[in-house]
C-alpha cells in the first residue's frame, strides 16, 4: 500500500463484484498504482442440488460496505477522496436479476452464473432451433447453455408468480449484476439509470453481438418481454452520478463484465493477444480485434469491450471453466480439509504430487470445449495412500489442465500457438499453482506483479470515460507493468502423460446426470 501523500492527481475507483466477494479499489489514474482496497466475502445458497442464488440486497450492500471502508482507509492514509473523479464496475456475469422499479426490492434472488436449475429448459428449448439454422448460436455466439441470461430468465418468469405479476403490471426491471448496481447506485425508485454495457449485454443471450442490439427474434425465443431490458451503452461513458455514500456526485463511467475488465487491466488491445483469469471459474480470452471468430472446437464468441460511445467495438474468443477457486471454496467449507484457502497452497507443498488422484470438478457440468450439463464431480485414482495433501494438490491439478484444454482448443481456433500466458486474479499469488499451470502447458507463465487487473480494467474504463479524461488509453500512456515469469520444470513427456490420464478422468465424469431435469415448479 502507498505512504500518505497530499496530492496523487485524479484517483479513480472500481467495484469489483465476483461471485464469491465484492471489493472497492481505488488507482492512482497516472501510475495504475493501487492505493487502497476493501473486500466483503458473499453468501452462495443452495437451496436445492443444482441451484445457486444470492441476494441482490446483500450484493448492493457489500458495495456500500466496500466504499464506505475504503474511503475510511485512503482518509488514514491522509489522501483525500475528492480526489476520485470517477467509479467504474466489473461484474460476474451471467447472473439475473428481477426487481420492482417503484420499490427497488428485488423480485426473487439472483440466479447465479453456476446455477443448474434451466437444464430442463435447454433441454425443451434445443428441440426448437432448426438443426440447419442455429440462429442462437450464429446470433449471439453462445451455445444454449444453462450458463446464460436468457434461460434463467425465461425459466424465473414461467415460475416466480411474483415476478409473472410485477411484468404484467410494468414494474419489473431486468439486469445482469451490473444494471442492478448501476440503477441503485445512481438513485434506485428516483431516477436510477437503468443500463448495461455491450459486454455484460454479450453474455445475456438476447443480444445481437453483431448489430449491438436486444435481438426482436431471440427475445420472442425465449419468451422475454423487451420492455423489462436495460439500455445498452459502450463500456466507458458517463452513465450517471452516485447519489449517496461518501462518493455522492462521482460519476460511475466505466462498464465491463469481469473477464473483459481482466482483458482490459491487462492491456490485451491488440489483435491475438490473451489472458486467463483464475476466480471462482477460470476464462481465457483472446483478442480478435474487430472481427467475430467463430469456434469450431467449443470456444465462446463474445464481446471483448467498446470503450466509447464512437469508438468500435472488439471482439474476444472465450474458454470458460465453471470451477477454479470454487473447489478450493468447496474442499474449505463442504469437505472441511482446509481452514482458510490460502492453506492449499501448503498442503499440496507437503504433497507435492496427487500420487495418481485425478479430480475433475464438474460441479456445474462441464463448460468450455464440451458443453456436457450432463458431467458430474469425480475424484478418482484413489488409493489407501491417498492423503488431503494429494487431494489438495490434485484440485490444484484440475485447475491447470481444464486450462491446457482451453488453451489447446483457443491454439486451434487461432492457428498460432499463444508463445506464454498472462494470467490474473485471486489464485494467482499462489506460486504452486502458477509452476504447475506452467510445467502442464509447457509454456512460460507471466503474472503482473499487481494481480487485481479486473479492477484495474474497470478504472481505466471509467477514468478515459468522454467528461472524465484522467486516464488515457494511448498505447505510448499505459503504465509499464512489472511481472513474475514461472518457467516451465519438467520434461514435455511428463506433462503429456498426466494430461492424457486427466483425460481420461473428464470422460468418466460424463453422462452422471442424464435423465434428471431439475424440478420446474416453486411454490
Not at 467509479?87 to 447472473?95: A, D, F, L, P, Y
Not at 502423460?497 to 483425460?503: E, N, S, T, V
Amino acid at each position: 500500500m502507498a505512504a500518505g501523500k497530499a496530492n496523487l492527481g485524479p484517483l479513480v475507483g472500481a467495484v469489483d463484484q465476483g461471485t464469491s466477494s465484492t471489493r472497492f479499489l481505488v488507482f492512482n489514474s497516472k501510475t495504475a498504482e493501487l492505493l487502497s482496497h476493501h473486500q466483503v466475502e458473499l453468501e452462495q445458497k443452495f437451496p436445492k442440488e443444482g441451484w445457486v442464488e444470492q441476494d441482490p440486497k446483500e450484493i448492493l450492500q457489500s458495495v456500500y460496505e466496500c466504499i464506505e471502508r475504503t474511503c475510511d482507509k485512503l482518509t488514514e492514509l491522509n489522501i483525500d477522496i475528492s480526489s476520485i473523479k470517477a467509479i467504474g464496475v466489473s461484474n460476474q456475469r451471467e447472473t439475473t436479476i428481477i426487481w420492482d422499479k417503484y420499490t427497488g426490492e428485488p423480485l426473487y434472488n439472483a440466479v447465479v452464473w453456476l446455477d443448474l436449475r434451466t437444464q430442463g429448459t435447454v433441454e425443451t428449448l434445443s428441440k426448437r432451433i432448426p438443426g440447419n439454422n442455429n440462429f442462437v448460436k450464429s446470433k449471439t455466439g453462445l451455445p444454449l447453455s444453462t450458463y446464460f441470461s436468457a434461460v434463467k430468465l425465461h425459466w424465473i418468469l414461467e415460475n416466480v408468480r411474483k415476478v409473472k405479476k410485477a411484468v404484467e403490471e410494468e414494474r419489473a426491471l431486468f439486469g445482469t449484476v451490473d444494471s442492478w448496481l448501476i440503477w441503485s447506485l445512481t438513485g434506485g425508485p428516483n431516477g436510477g439509470v437503468h443500463c448495461t454495457d455491450v459486454t455484460n449485454a454479450s453474455r445475456t443471450m438476447l443480444f445481437n453481438i453483431h448489430s449491438l442490439e436486444w435481438d426482436v427474434e431471440l427475445c420472442e425465443f425465449f419468451e422475454v418481454p423487451m420492455t423489462i431490458l436495460p439500455n445498452i451503452r459502450s463500456s466507458s461513458e458517463i452513465y450517471g452520478l452516485m447519489k449517496a455514500g461518501a462518493l455522492e456526485g462521482v460519476p460511475l463511467s466505466g462498464c465491463l463484465g469481469d473477464q473483459s475488465a481482466a482483458l482490459v487491466g491487462q492491456m490485451c488491445f491488440q489483435d491475438g493477444q490473451a489472458k486467463n483469469t483464475y476466480g471462482t471459474g477460470c476464462f481465457l480470452l483472446c483478442n480478435t480485434g474487430q472481427k467475430c471468430v467463430f469456434s469450431d472446437h467449443g470456444l465462446l464468441t463474445t464481446v471483448a469491450y467498446k470503450l466509447g460511445r464512437d469508438k468500435p467495438v472488439c471482439y474476444a474468443l472465450e474458454g470458460s471453466v465453471a470451477i477454479a477457486g470454487a473447489v478450493i471454496r468447496w474442499l474449505r467449507d463442504n469437505l472441511g480439509i482446509l481452514k482458510t484457502s490460502e492453506e492449499i497452497e501448503k498442503l499440496a507443498k507437503e504433497a507435492g504430487t496427487s500420487y495418481g488422484c485425478y479430480f475433475v470438478p464438474a460441479f456445474s457440468g462441464l463448460y468450455a470445449p464440451y458443453w456436457e450439463p450432463s458431467a458430474r464431480g469425480i475424484i478418482c485414482g484413489l488409493t489407501q495412500f491417498t492423503s488431503k495433501q494429494h487431494i489438495a494438490f490434485a484440485a490444484l491439478e484440475a485447475v491447470c489442465f481444464q486450462t491446457k484444454e482451453i488453451l489447446d482448443a483457443m491454439n486451434k481456433d487461432c492457428g498460432i500457438p499463444l508463445t506464454h500466458l498472462q494470467v490474473d486474479g485471486g489464485m494467482t499469488n499462489n506460486k504452486i499453482l502458477m509452476q504447475l499451470q506452467a510445467d502442464i502447458l509447457y509454456i512460460p507463465v507471466v503474472k503482473p506483479s499487481m494481480p487485481e487487473t479486473t479492477a484495474l480494467g474497470a478504472a481505466m474504463a471509467a477514468g478515459a470515460a468522454e467528461g472524465v479524461g484522467v486516464w488515457s488509453l494511448e498505447p505510448e500512456d499505459l503504465s509499464a507493468v512489472t511481472m513474475e515469469r514461472f518457467e516451465p520444470q519438467i520434461n514435455p513427456e511428463e506433462s503429456e502423460i498426466r494430461y492424457a490420464i486427466w483425460k481420461k478422468a473428464v470422460q468418466k465424469s460424463m453422462g452422471w446426470a442424464t435423465g434428471q431435469t431439475s424440478p420446474n415448479g416453486i411454490p
